[in-house]
């Protein structure tokens, strides 16, 4: 019988960005980017949900701390990214556009390299109420 179990962490953190293709002319930038491409660059209040899956160990009948979960996020993630400029302060933005996508995908392989590989990892991230990635895909 599998015993699987998902559990969640929730956090959020703040942070500007500037949509922007160096290869593109102005006028496509704005075609694609619109808004998002600012030159003065925008921000969002970001809500990350982090979900860990995996059995229940047998001594604690925790699938991961909650707390320890919590700590690596603060740790290694929100302490990177809040209050950043993700164009001008994240070296792994300084070519690769931070689209919503690519800040779970940069989020994901941080914490990847610190719970357990038994454990199944994905990453949500709200960049508004109504707009979300998840990574990886269902």
Request: hydrophobic letters at 35%; glycine letters at 2%.
């Amino acid at each position: 019988m599998n015993k699987k179990v998902s559990v969640f962490r929730k956090q959020h953190f703040c942070a500007a960005h500037r949509l922007n293709n160096p290869e593109w002319d102005v006028n496509k930038n704005v075609a694609v980017f619109g808004k998002c491409n600012n030159p003065n660059y925008h921000g969002h209040n970001y809500e990350l949900v982090v979900k860990v899956t995996g059995e229940p160990a047998p001594d604690t009948g925790f699938v991961i701390d909650l707390k320890l979960l919590s700590d690596l996020i603060k740790q290694h993630v929100t302490n990177k990214l809040d209050h950043r400029n993700l164009n001008l302060d994240i070296a792994e933005f300084s070519h690769m556009n931070p689209t919503t996508e690519n800040i779970a995908i940069l989020i994901y392989n941080i914490l990847r390299e610190k719970i357990d590989d038994e454990l199944q990892l994905q990453v949500r991230l709200y960049e508004t109420e109504r707009n979300f990635v998840e990574y990886p895909a269902a």
